[in-house]
């Protein structure tokens, strides 16, 4: 074997001392973090600035549907009504199809 003594069962890969192993693994995880793991942040903040949406794209078109709730209230008043249409039911398993009178 060239290159040095090794003990046996023991690769040149793990023959390293531990600082360079240290080394190594953390320059690996400087590059993981640099060139995956902040390039994928940067694109989900950027496409969820103005608000959650869906996209559909095609050849020179685009299909978007976006939600923004500017406040509560929308939500409240969906309760309430909710809340209303229930009392009047007997208990079971309902959807949001039913209270909104959307279900067959």
Do not use: F, Q, V
């Given at each position: 074997m060239?290159?040095?003594i090794q003990r046996a069962g023991e690769s040149r890969a793990t023959a390293e001392?531990?600082?360079v192993?240290?080394?190594l693994i953390g320059v690996a995880l400087v590059f993981l973090a640099l060139f995956l793991?902040?390039?994928l942040f940067v694109i989900f903040v950027e496409g969820l600035r103005q608000g959650v949406g869906a996209y559909f794209a095609a050849l020179g078109e685009r299909l978007e549907l976006t939600h923004v709730a500017t406040n509560r209230d929308t939500f409240a008043q969906g309760a309430l009504r909710a809340?209303?249409?229930i009392a009047n039911h007997p208990a079971g398993r309902y959807a949001m199809a039913d209270v909104l009178g959307l279900s067959g």
């Open positions: 060239s290159g040095g001392p531990p600082i192993r240290a080394t793991l902040l390039p809340a209303k249409w």
